[in-house]
């Protein structure tokens, strides 16, 4: 079915299928660049959620101080209730809008309708709970909204990004800045709490110092996110450096003074002095925090725009690249099929009978010097060619001859033959010039006898020896058809090697889509592998969450411990008392086990903690095992893609083969296009010799006609016309 097809079907067949790996490729890579543009969009969704949380972060903790304050006997606090309550409002009918577009891809909603409900639950009876309930309520409140953001940053994989800078980008707006912030809100609420009650106990002496060690912990620990991202991405340094610095420096101060008027109590203590102080230094973080968000909007917007770009350039490319093969491949076929169209068009002519037919010469390749070769082969053939008409109109202009010069046979010398103008007239006017010359030399015709027949002789010789060149040109004909002949040969052996190509081109197509599959399952594997160290992405950080609460409670035991002492010391002094002052010891000893109890509670929680880092460092260690054997299974699909390649560039080099006997063909159709010339020239020589046969024959014929005159002078027997019966001369 295959040599059926013609050349341009042939080479269009082979560039398609060489084409299908180069089109696999471009495939891939356009799923690969459409799978991390959907990632992408995916976590600029989840920010634009992430974002719209960011209000309620704010307002929340300020509810939380001015519902402490007002419960603690600051009642300048409720007039500044409502606007924080009409801001949080307005802030959840933006949620609200947001979790309706995303809710169920990142399973928020659920988790959103309950949290509205805790919120509208609080904002009714937050003033008529005690200070502790409500503070913890709403710090509760605050650890969902928390999470709730937690969340939408895991189903977006904005907590997993690609890119570091983004990376620690989404970690400060998902965690760190987050977890800052609520700390200084606690410290803001329960300060306001103890400025407006204008006492300070030791659990809440306890509870401040846990808190300020806390917040500097977790400064730290933004800053160094801050500070990572800029490492990775130059151009964040001047948008996100002084807002850092800023926020920094409010942290410190605010710290300073939760230190210097509340902690150590050296000065007089205002609850709106310290709230709006809070406010101002929740402000700064804030700000950073709105910056980091537009960045990090920014950053993901313009990641999607060189994906996209990416993807359209190497489309684009790859179809210019497609394009260009064609347009080769064409104009190849063109150019065979031309010029073999040529001299097929050629040979009809020659096979009807036209010999002046010659063919266009139509490129500079093999095909043209074929062609070339065959308008000069017949250049020199033509000459050598008679045509039947010509064959048939000597013959008639012979026979003519023949029957009007039929009775000098028998002695009639008064006829003449008729002079034409065709090839016999020289031959009729000669023999004319003889008569008239025999009619004077007939008498000499019996003494020149032998000599005339010695003359017929020689005539004979040099016609068998033009015959016998006759048949040489005829074998140096045959000789130039079995050239012809050789080349068809040639043509056919072109055809097979273009067919074994074809047989290579389908093995390469074969090679190239076990490569693709092999691709397939490497990214199949990678995939995995992914999924495996998010995982342990996830573990980990619980494991830290875990270790960060055993230290928080550690801390906690250990100014528990401190106050313990204290009391202790107070007890034993109380002991060495008297009378009445037996009672204050009773109260230290009561003091004293309240104390113990709670650090029994704190000491059950750091065992319990611990079985949960020992269990999740197990989990984590598992995951990365077997992310290990997933690399493992990565890397030797990677050697299955590679051995794949290997077997394309063998399958390349075949073809290299196939196409160097292609050339091989073609010099043996140039070797025969010389023997073809080399029998012109044969045929040109054999043309040479008959010219010297003929001349040969030229001076026998003037040799009888000399003899035939000194005949004429012996033949006066002969009958001759009356005006020619005196002898010329006499």
């Given at each position: 079915m295959?040599?059926?097809?013609?050349?341009?079907?042939?080479?269009?067949?082979?560039?398609?299928?060489?084409?299908?790996?180069?089109?696999?490729?471009?495939?891939?890579f356009?799923?690969?660049?459409?799978?991390?543009?959907?990632?992408?969009?995916?976590?600029?969704?989840?920010?634009?959620?992430?974002?719209?949380?960011?209000?309620?972060?704010?307002?929340?903790?300020?509810?939380r101080?001015?519902?402490?304050g007002?419960?603690?006997?600051e009642g300048?606090?409720?007039a500044?209730?409502?606007?924080?309550?009409?801001?949080?409002?307005?802030a959840?009918a933006?949620?609200?809008?947001?979790?309706?577009?995303?809710?169920?891809?990142?399973?928020?909603?659920e988790?959103?309708?309950?949290?509205?409900?805790q919120?509208?639950?609080?904002?009714?009876?937050?003033?008529?709970?005690?200070?502790?309930?409500s503070?913890d309520?709403?710090?509760?409140?605050?650890s969902?909204?928390a999470?709730?953001?937690?969340m939408?940053g895991?189903?977006?994989?904005?907590?997993?990004d690609a890119?570091?800078?983004?990376?620690?980008?989404?970690?400060?707006?998902?965690?760190k800045?987050?977890?800052t912030?609520?700390?200084?809100?606690e410290?803001?609420?329960?300060?306001?709490?103890?400025?407006?009650?204008?006492?300070?106990?030791?659990?809440?002496?306890?509870?401040?110092?846990?808190l300020v060690t806390q917040i500097?912990?977790?400064?730290q620990?933004?800053?160094?996110?801050v500070?990572?991202?800029?490492r990775?991405?130059?151009?964040l340094?001047p948008?996100?450096?002084?807002?850092?610095a800023?926020?920094?420096?409010?942290?410190?101060?605010?710290?300073?003074?939760?230190?210097?008027e509340?902690?150590?109590?050296?000065?007089s203590?205002?609850a709106?002095?310290?709230?709006?102080?809070?406010?101002?230094?929740l402000?700064?973080?804030?700000?950073l925090y709105?910056?980091?968000?537009?960045?990090?909007?920014?950053?993901?917007?313009?990641?999607?725009e060189r994906?996209?770009?990416?993807k359209?350039?190497q489309?684009?490319f790859a179809m210019?690249?497609?394009?260009?093969a064609?347009t080769?491949?064409?104009?190849?076929?063109?150019?065979?099929?031309?010029?073999?169209?040529?001299?097929?068009?050629?040979?009809?002519e020659?096979?009807?009978g036209?010999?002046?037919?010659?063919?266009?010469?139509?490129?500079?390749?093999?095909?043209?010097?074929?062609?070339?070769?065959l308008?000069?082969m017949?250049?020199?053939?033509?000459t050598?060619?008679?045509?039947?008409?010509?064959?048939?109109?000597?013959q008639?202009?012979i026979m003519k001859?023949?029957?009007?010069?039929?009775?000098?046979?028998?002695?009639?010398?008064?006829?003449?033959?008729?002079?034409?103008?065709d090839?016999?007239?020289?031959?009729?006017?000669?023999f004319n010039?003889?008569?008239?010359?025999?009619?004077?030399?007939?008498?000499a015709?019996?003494?020149?006898?032998?000599?005339?027949?010695?003359?017929?002789?020689?005539?004979?010789?040099?016609?068998?020896?033009l015959?016998?060149?006759?048949?040489t040109?005829?074998?140096?004909?045959?000789?130039?058809?079995?050239?012809?002949?050789?080349m068809?040969?040639?043509?056919?052996?072109?055809?097979?090697?273009a067919?074994?190509?074809s047989?290579?081109?389908?093995?390469?197509?074969?090679?190239?889509?076990?490569?693709?599959?092999?691709?397939?399952?490497?990214?199949?594997?990678?995939?995995q592998i992914?999924g495996q160290?998010q995982?342990?992405a996830?573990?980990?950080k619980?494991?830290?969450e875990?270790?960060?609460?055993?230290?928080?409670?550690?801390?906690?035991?250990?100014?528990?411990?401190?106050?313990?002492s204290?009391?202790?010391?107070?007890?034993?002094?109380?002991?060495?008392?008297?009378?009445?002052?037996?009672?204050?010891?009773a109260?230290?000893?009561e003091?004293?086990?309240?104390?113990?109890?709670?650090?029994?509670?704190?000491?059950?929680?750091?065992?319990?903690?611990?079985?949960?880092?020992?269990?999740d460092t197990?989990?984590a260690?598992?995951?990365?095992e077997?992310t290990?054997?997933?690399?493992v299974?990565?890397?030797?699909?990677?050697?299955?893609?590679g051995?794949k390649?290997?077997?394309?560039g063998v399958?390349?080099?075949?073809?290299?083969?196939?196409?160097?006997?292609?050339?091989?063909?073609?010099q043996?159709?140039?070797?025969?296009?010389e023997?073809?010339?080399?029998n012109v020239?044969n045929?040109?020589?054999?043309?040479l010799?008959?010219?010297?046969?003929?001349r040969?024959s030229a001076?026998?014929?003037?040799?009888?006609?000399?003899?035939?005159?000194?005949?004429?002078?012996?033949?006066?027997?002969?009958?001759l016309p009356?005006?020619s019966?005196?002898p010329?001369?006499v």
């Amino acid at each position: 079915m295959f040599s059926n097809l013609k050349v341009w079907q042939k080479l269009s067949l082979v560039g398609a299928l060489l084409s299908v790996p180069i089109l696999t490729l471009v495939y891939l890579f356009i799923q690969s660049q459409n799978k991390q543009i959907a990632t992408t969009t995916n976590e600029r969704d989840g920010l634009e959620y992430v974002t719209a949380l960011r209000p309620l972060l704010e307002q929340v903790p300020q509810h939380r101080g001015l519902v402490n304050g007002v419960l603690n006997g600051e009642g300048t606090f409720r007039a500044q209730l409502p606007a924080v309550e009409s801001r949080i409002d307005a802030a959840i009918a933006g949620v609200d809008t947001v979790t309706n577009k995303y809710g169920e891809r990142f399973g928020v909603s659920e988790v959103w309708n309950r949290w509205k409900l805790q919120w509208k639950d609080i904002q009714q009876r937050s003033t008529q709970m005690t200070p502790k309930e409500s503070f913890d309520v709403h710090t509760r409140l605050i650890s969902d909204l928390a999470g709730l953001a937690q969340m939408a940053g895991d189903k977006s994989d904005l907590v997993l990004d690609a890119e570091l800078d983004t990376f620690y980008l989404a970690d400060v707006l998902l965690s760190k800045l987050p977890l800052t912030a609520e700390y200084i809100g606690e410290l803001q609420g329960f300060g306001v709490g103890i400025a407006a009650k204008g006492k300070l106990t030791s659990e809440d002496h306890a509870r401040m110092m846990f808190l300020v060690t806390q917040i500097q912990g977790s400064m730290q620990s933004l800053d160094r996110s801050v500070k990572s991202a800029q490492r990775y991405n130059s151009s964040l340094e001047p948008k996100l450096a002084g807002l850092a610095a800023n926020a920094s420096a409010a942290g410190d101060s605010y710290l300073a003074l939760a230190n210097h008027e509340l902690i150590r109590g050296a000065a007089s203590s205002d609850a709106q002095k310290y709230f709006n102080s809070g406010t101002a230094t929740l402000e700064s973080y804030f700000k950073l925090y709105d910056a980091a968000a537009k960045l990090q909007g920014e950053m993901l917007a313009a990641r999607v725009e060189r994906l996209t770009s990416d993807k359209f350039t190497q489309l684009s490319f790859a179809m210019l690249v497609l394009l260009l093969a064609a347009t080769a491949v064409y104009l190849i076929s063109r150019g065979i099929t031309a010029q073999v169209n040529a001299i097929g068009r050629l040979f009809h002519e020659i096979g009807v009978g036209n010999f002046q037919a010659r063919v266009e010469v139509k490129s500079q390749d093999e095909l043209g010097g074929m062609a070339r070769s065959l308008n000069s082969m017949l250049d020199n053939t033509l000459t050598l060619i008679q045509s039947r008409d010509e064959r048939d109109n000597i013959q008639q202009s012979i026979m003519k001859l023949l029957e009007e010069v039929a009775g000098v046979a028998s002695g009639d010398l008064t006829k003449e033959a008729e002079v034409t103008a065709d090839v016999t007239g020289a031959i009729a006017d000669s023999f004319n010039y003889m008569i008239a010359e025999l009619r004077q030399l007939i008498s000499a015709v019996q003494l020149t006898t032998a000599e005339v027949t010695s003359s017929a002789q020689r005539v004979q010789q040099t016609t068998e020896e033009l015959a016998k060149v006759s048949e040489t040109q005829s074998t140096q004909i045959l000789q130039a058809s079995a050239a012809i002949q050789e080349m068809t040969q040639s043509i056919h052996q072109v055809s097979t090697t273009a067919t074994a190509a074809s047989d290579v081109a389908e093995q390469a197509l074969s090679s190239a889509r076990q490569g693709a599959a092999s691709v397939n399952k490497t990214i199949d594997g990678m995939n995995q592998i992914r999924g495996q160290v998010q995982e342990t992405a996830k573990r980990i950080k619980r494991l830290g969450e875990s270790s960060q609460e055993i230290g928080e409670i550690v801390q906690l035991i250990g100014d528990i411990a401190d106050r313990t002492s204290i009391l202790a010391l107070n007890a034993s002094i109380q002991a060495a008392m008297a009378g009445e002052s037996g009672k204050g010891f009773a109260v230290v000893a009561e003091e004293v086990e309240g104390l113990a109890e709670r650090a029994a509670e704190s000491a059950k929680k750091i065992t319990n903690l611990i079985k949960s880092v020992q269990t999740d460092t197990n989990e984590a260690i598992s995951a990365m095992e077997e992310t290990t054997r997933e690399v493992v299974g990565g890397s030797q699909l990677a050697n299955e893609a590679g051995q794949k390649l290997a077997d394309i560039g063998v399958v390349s080099q075949q073809i290299a083969e196939l196409v160097q006997s292609i050339s091989r063909s073609a010099q043996q159709q140039a070797s025969n296009s010389e023997n073809v010339s080399r029998n012109v020239t044969n045929i040109s020589q054999v043309t040479l010799e008959t010219a010297q046969g003929a001349r040969r024959s030229a001076a026998a014929i003037r040799g009888l006609a000399s003899l035939a005159g000194e005949l004429n002078q012996s033949v006066s027997r002969f009958r001759l016309p009356d005006e020619s019966r005196h002898p010329v001369g006499v």
